[in-house]
Structure formats: structure tokens, C-alpha cells
């Protein structure tokens, strides 16, 4: 007979007067052995599973048909945009021609051209092929003037113009090597107006080879439709500020090399927050060019449209008169982050240190956010959608006007309706 004592887990078998003639020690597992689940509580599982990957292929498939809406939207849109450019485009007779043309009649519109690179030009002419001369483009356009070149004022007469569009360095090769007399073929169009030759030539140049900013800027500028860029110019003459042209020497005073960075600014807050940004680098530091650089000011406007409502404007005016510009600009890489190296956000780091200095605890302002570059690009346009529905008059309805989605619209979004509410001041805004 034996026997399990499973309290203290030996085994032990006596005879039949009840003496124990045999024991052994089961030692106990380290482990105790899993217990599965009851038929009830396994079939309960396995519906909650089913469920949760029901809701996950659910979501899958939502998921797929809104990505395959964007781009049957998209397609349409694209197609609709070749349609219609197709449509103004018209036939090519009768806006194109190939012609020869002598090169003494071509005349170089120096208002938008590029700076003529005679070095350029001179090592085309010492290996000069009409094989990479091909053809130059240019403009027919008949204008009246002048029959007395000294009188201005006097009688006129139709003279047709034939003005150089794309082949500048090309051109002048081709002079250094035959002179003016020579034909040579050339791409026409019969463009009537300069703002329309100047939309050409971005389009050929910045297409083929690349303009850089300030070029193109001024090439915009004659095209005369661009609002962005009337807006940029209109905003630095109001503060005696220029924009450096194409060739001049870099760091003048008064002159704004980062024209680019005020257009961004622009862009997203509008206007007013260009302004209220220049307004402060202005009164501060005057017509020093270190003020204007690129990463001064866009750290001074993204402080402006972080903090607006929040800073008073005579205090960081006496903050930075106090500091004085060059201890400003040498304190910002001391602002730079290990997750965020921005000179621009460095920079609006130094000017919110410069702010609070000595300041109570309850008037300093909070400090700027410690976010990776993406992430804190992302918060600085989110606070300048803001400004717009603060600040301009037209703001929300330039903000509902950018698309949700679309081919031609990358990135743009309406603002959350948190950031809409505190714009505005209503209920329910924290």
C-alpha cells in the first residue's frame, strides 16, 4: 500500500500491521505548472480577439480607402491642371518660331538678366562650337520710340525690339568670335509685355540651371503680379530697408542679403508679424546688416508669434538695447540644443534670455520648447496660423482658404479647433 502526502510531498508505503517500511522525498518544482484556461473563459478570449482584429482590419481598410481617395482626387486634380495648361497653351505655330536672326539686333534686358560672367563668356569663345551654341531664345516686341534719341519728348516712330530671353554668356561668345553680323538661329516668342518676358525667363533659367534667390526675387519683381514679393518690398521700404541686388557686396548697411527669410515670414504669419518682427531689429540695432541676417531675423519672429500677447514690447526693446546687438549675436550658439541645432530657434533662445533677465518669476516668460527640429517647426507654424487669425483681417479666411489636401498644396493645414477658439477668445479654448 502506498501513500502521497501532498502537504509535505513525500511518498511513503507501509505494510499491513501499519508499519512505514519505505519513504521518499519528491522535491516541490521551482515552477508551478500552468493552468489553463476554462471552456468558458477560452471561448471569451477568443471573441475579444476577434474583435480586436475586427476593429484593426477595419481600421486598415478605412485607412486605404481615404488614401485611395486622396489619390484618385489628386489625379483629377492633376489631370484637370494639364487639361487647362494644354488649353492656354493654344499651338505652337503661333507662339514659337525658329528663325535666324543677325546678332547685332539682339538686345540683353539687363533689369532681370543675370550678371554677365565675362570669364564665363571668354572660355565658351576659346572653345567655341555651334553644336553647344544650338540656339538662344528671344523676344520680338514692336514699342514706340524716341525718333531723336536726345529728345525724349519729340516725335516717335515703331521700332521693333528683339530682346534676349536665355543665352546671355552664349551670346556674347558668339560675338567675341564673329562679331555682330553673323545669323544665328534662334528660339522667338512675341511676348508684348516686360512682366511677361520676365515670367519667362524664371521659368527657362530657374527650370535648367537654377536662379539664386535674390536674382529670381528681382526677375519676380518685374513680372509684377507676384504679391508675395511686392509685399516683401513694400515692407522694407516702410523701414528704409533694401534688399541686395545681384553683384553688390554682401553686408551693407540698410541692405537685407536673407530677403528669402522675410518672404517666410510672409508667408506663413502674414504681413503683420514680418512686421512687428523688423519693427523691434529696427528700432534696436538701426541699419546695422548683422541684425538682418537670416537667423536674427527668424528668431525674432519666432519669438514675436510665440510669445505674442504675452511679452510687452518696451521691455525686450530695453532688453536688447541693454545687451547690445553683438553680445545678443555671440550668446546664440550657447542656445543651441542637442535635439535642436536651428540658429534661427537658437536664436529666439538668446532674445527670450535677454527678456528675462532679472525678471520676477511670475513676469518671465515660459521657456521655448525643447523639440526636435521637425517637431519645433511644426509649433512655430501652428503659433503663426494664430497670428493670422489674430492679426490680419483677412486671416481666417486665408487660413480656410488653404486646402486640406491637394497636388499643388503640400503641408497645408487648417488649424486645430483648440488653436481657432483661443484665437478668437471663446468658450472651451484651454
Not at 27 to 43: I, K, M, Y
Not at 261 to 276: F, I, K, L
Not at 310 to 319: D, P, Q, T
Not at 408 to 420: F, H, L, V
Request: hydrophobic share 35%; with cysteine.
Amino acid at each position: 500500500m502506498s501513500n502521497t502526502n501532498r502537504r509535505e510531498n513525500v511518498r511513503y508505503r507501509v505494510n499491513r500491521r501499519g508499519e512505514m517500511v519505505e519513504a521518499k522525498v519528491v522535491p516541490l518544482p521551482e515552477t508551478t505548472s500552468p493552468v489553463g484556461p476554462t471552456p468558458r473563459e477560452a471561448r471569451r478570449l477568443n471573441v475579444s480577439a476577434e474583435r480586436v482584429q475586427q476593429g484593426i482590419d477595419n481600421r486598415r481598410a478605412a485607412l486605404m480607402k481615404r488614401l485611395e481617395e486622396r489619390r484618385v482626387a489628386r489625379q483629377e486634380e492633376r489631370d484637370r491642371a494639364i487639361r487647362e495648361a494644354a488649353a492656354r497653351a493654344g499651338d505652337p505655330d503661333d507662339n514659337v518660331t525658329l528663325e535666324k536672326i543677325r546678332l547685332g539686333d539682339i538686345t540683353v534686358a539687363q533689369s532681370f538678366q543675370r550678371l554677365l560672367d565675362e570669364d564665363r563668356a571668354v572660355g565658351y569663345a576659346m572653345d567655341f562650337s555651334w553644336e553647344a551654341f544650338q540656339a538662344v531664345s528671344v523676344n520680338r516686341v514692336k514699342t514706340q520710340v524716341p525718333v531723336d534719341p536726345n529728345d525724349p519728348e519729340g516725335p516717335t516712330e515703331e521700332r521693333e525690339i528683339i530682346d534676349l530671353t536665355d543665352g546671355q554668356h552664349r551670346l556674347y561668345a558668339a560675338l567675341l568670335c564673329f562679331g555682330e553680323d553673323v545669323l544665328v538661329k534662334c528660339v522667338v516668342t512675341n511676348l508684348t509685355t516686360k512682366a511677361k518676358r520676365a515670367r519667362l525667363f524664371i521659368r527657362i533659367n530657374d527650370e535648367r540651371t537654377g536662379l539664386n534667390y535674390n536674382t529670381k526675387f528681382r526677375a519676380r519683381l518685374e513680372a509684377e503680379d507676384d504679391e508675395p514679393a511686392e509685399q516683401v518690398m513694400a515692407l522694407l521700404a516702410s523701414f528704409h530697408l533694401d534688399y541686395t541686388k545681384p553683384g553688390e557686396t554682401r553686408n551693407l548697411p540698410g541692405r537685407v542679403t536673407a530677403v528669402s527669410t522675410v518672404e517666410s515670414m510672409v508667408r506663413q504669419g502674414g504681413v503683420t508679424s514680418a512686421r512687428a518682427a523688423l519693427s523691434v531689429l529696427k528700432e534696436c540695432f538701426g541699419d546695422d546688416p548683422v541684425a538682418y541676417r537670416d537667423y536674427m531675423m527668424a528668431g525674432m519672429w519666432q519669438f514675436c508669434v510665440r510669445y505674442d500677447g504675452l511679452y510687452n514690447r518696451e521691455r525686450l526693446i530695453a532688453a536688447l538695447k541693454r545687451d547690445g546687438l553683438e553680445k545678443v549675436n555671440e550668446s546664440i550658439p550657447d542656445f543651441k540644443t542637442g535635439v535642436n541645432s536651428s540658429p534661427a530657434a537658437a536664436a529666439c533662445g538668446a532674445i527670450h534670455f535677454a527678456y528675462n533677465w532679472h525678471l520676477p518669476g511670475k513676469d518671465q516668460l515660459p521657456a521655448p520648447p525643447n523639440e526636435t527640429r521637425n517637431r519645433y517647426a511644426g509649433l512655430v507654424r501652428k503659433a503663426a496660423r494664430s497670428w493670422l487669425l489674430r492679426h490680419e483681417t483677412n486671416g481666417a479666411a486665408l487660413v480656410a482658404a488653404r486646402p486640406l489636401t491637394g497636388l499643388y498644396a503640400p503641408g497645408a493645414q487648417r488649424p486645430s479647433r483648440a488653436t481657432t477658439r483661443r484665437a478668437y477668445g471663446l468658450p472651451g479654448s484651454s
